[in-house]
């Protein structure tokens, strides 16, 4: 790698938050260099048979930025939602009629959604991806901020860290977090079912965690998505846990669309959140699961990315157009106090969630049902649920 000019990007991690920030900015004729670990090839590649929940205001982002029309074609549209305690009678049915905004989210197959966003990559004539760098160091030098890699060093005016959960670049440029280790596994697979799902996500709380079925696009409409969170076991427990499977699923399930008629291999996450205090320190600012990783429960950590993608890249395109220093503190507080509510408010939405649920205390147990019945009756606290969950609610300040 060479040294580049001042006004000069550089973004450390090509997954979806990464590259939507990247094609945002350089649709406007800014230059932005974009880093991977890996190369294109793998990043391509990868193996990934998770989907994930896009939901109706990051539909919005994207269609802004073009991408939506190529996205819809393959996604399937959440009209209902189902929460339940277990499998109990008692629910909470959100519906998209009560709303008139379109569907509640969208769920899409990342390997198709991850294949649109390096189309756009490789045809953006400002975006110059580099594969295989190990970032090593991180310098900051007064009006410019140095990046040692394997590859050589790179100047830029802004480093923006989008490597995700167990991001390096929060390391090297000693951004302060919050962490917390939930204990828990999530088993991520798909499902064929006998009975159609009927455009519906069903999300049931057991004790020992959420279990999620998120319908997927298919010619039946049979197909779903599993995110199933269970309490971390010691390796015995596991064993015995992995050797009854679907049959401790099915129990869970318990018939809700019918026969299930082929599993795919589970594939296992680990379950934790980081927070970051602030996330730009010294022209080294992070967006995405590096910024802000959430508990996978209500499916917003990607919405989250998106949402810091869109509002920085605004900060940039803006500061930039006025010919302002675009890695300024002015600039990057600008973003991080416009992100500040959302993010807390989802990271405590998540958190909460987790922890009542969980909790089988006599009074909490009998307090939820009665919550779940009242919450049910209130179209009030439907709809303001929906707008938030929709990511519709505009918190910046
Ligand atoms: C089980 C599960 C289900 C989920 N379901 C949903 C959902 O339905 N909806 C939703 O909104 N969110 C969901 N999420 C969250 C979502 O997956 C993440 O929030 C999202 O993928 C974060 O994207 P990102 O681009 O910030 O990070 P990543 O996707 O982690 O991308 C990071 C990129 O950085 C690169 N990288 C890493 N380290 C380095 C380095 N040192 N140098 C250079 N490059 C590096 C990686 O190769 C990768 O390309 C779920 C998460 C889990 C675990």
Redesign the pocket.
Known sequence: MSKIKKHSITV????????ILAIKIAKKGINVTL????NKKN?SNIKDS??????QG?ARILDEIGLWSKISKKCQPIKNIIVTEGISNDKIHFNSGDLKEGALGY?VD?KYLKKIFFEEINKSPTIFFRGN???QNIIHQNEEVKLITNKGSVVSSVIIG????????RFLANIKYYFHNYNQI?Y?FNITHSKSHGSLALERFFPSGPLAL?PMKSQKNNKSSV?WTIKNLDRKNLHKFEKNFKIEFLERYNHYFGKIENFSKPKT?D?NVFSCHEPFKNRVVL?????Q??H?IA????????RDSNILADSIIEAYNLGMDIGSEIVLRKYSRKRHIDKRLLFQATHQLNAIFSNQNYFLKNARKLGLRIFNKSNFLKKQSMIFAMGLRNFEI
């Open positions: 450390v991690g090509s997954g979806f938050v990464g590259m880093i991977d670990k890996s990043l998770r989907t994930t929940a896009i939901s990051s769920i990342n760098i190990i970032i989008a490597d995700g959960r167990y991001s390096k670049t999530a991520v998120l995110v996450y379950l967006i995405g699961d590096a910024n990783a959430i996978p499916g917003q950590g990607l919405n989250l990315g998106i």
